[in-house]
């Protein structure tokens, strides 16, 4: 089975320090790679993407990724409280569908 | 607006009865999904249909049944032949193709089913 791990967390954080989030997955095929923020009862949201290997920035957010090590990664730059929440790593392993990690819970410490 | 609507919000069940979550959306979308959420799991996908009239098994299909006699819907129907029902469920929907390459699945906001 193709698969998705993310570590589960929790991961907390002060505000202001950066949050690190891991991914790894199984497939070496995968092409395209998502974060998605999810918060408590809530349905989850896209928030990056990312195809090629190395960085990829939007505003506080940095995917990397790293398709040898089958590693992918989110950096969340000067945390919020408004960032604690889930984050899903997501990997396409075909045209039609996601496969999603357990995610990793975030908590900004004030 | 456009958006995908999903019904009820809540919804509890007695072991061995079955019960249908809508799922309904305007934003003319030919694939939609159903996911099932655990606490401290991540989405897995139970059906998905690319296309009216045509839907696929996801990885968790069992005790699960769909139908998608139009665009619009995608109902699923929690049988009691599921052993553990007790979940949040999510319906999205797509431009079939476009998910793989952007992530963009719009999400309803979940129905959450409590088998007493």
């Known amino acids: 089975q193709k698969e998705v791990e993310q570590n589960s967390g929790p991961l907390s954080v002060p505000e202001g320090a950066i949050a690190s989030l891991n991914c790894t997955y199984s497939?070496?095929?995968?092409?395209?790679f998502f974060w998605y923020r999810q918060y408590s009862g809530k349905s989850p949201e896209l928030i990056m993407f990312?195809?090629?290997?190395g960085d990829k920035e939007d505003g506080r957010f940095t995917a990397q990724l790293n398709k040898a090590s089958q590693y992918v990664s989110l950096l969340i730059r000067d945390s919020q409280p408004s960032d604690s929440a889930t984050y899903l790593c997501?990997?396409?392993?075909?045209?039609?569908?996601?496969?999603f990690g357990a995610g990793t819970t975030v908590t900004v410490r004030a | 607006d456009g958006g995908i609507t999903q019904s009820p919000k809540y919804l509890f069940r007695k072991e061995g009865q079955n019960v249908t979550l809508s799922c309904e959306q305007n934003?003319?979308?030919?694939?939609m999904y159903w996911y099932r959420q655990d606490p401290g799991q991540g989405l897995r996908l139970i059906y998905y249909?690319?296309?009216?009239?045509?839907?696929q098994k996801g990885d968790i299909a069992e005790g699960y049944s769909v139908s998608r006699e139009k665009k619009e819907s995608f109902p699923l129907t929690v049988t009691s032949a599921q052993k553990n029902p007790t979940a949040f469920y999510l319906c999205?929907?797509?431009?079939?193709?476009?998910?793989?390459?952007?992530?963009?699945?719009?999400f309803g906001e979940g129905s959450r089913l409590t088998v007493l």
């Open positions: 999205a929907s797509s431009i079939p193709g476009r998910v793989a390459r952007t992530g963009e699945l719009f």
């Open positions: 497939d070496r095929g995968s092409q395209s």
């Open positions: 990312i195809y090629s290997n």
């Open positions: 997501a990997v396409n392993f075909n045209d039609y569908k996601l496969s």
């Open positions: 934003l003319n979308h030919d694939a």
């Open positions: 249909s690319q296309i009216v009239n045509d839907f």
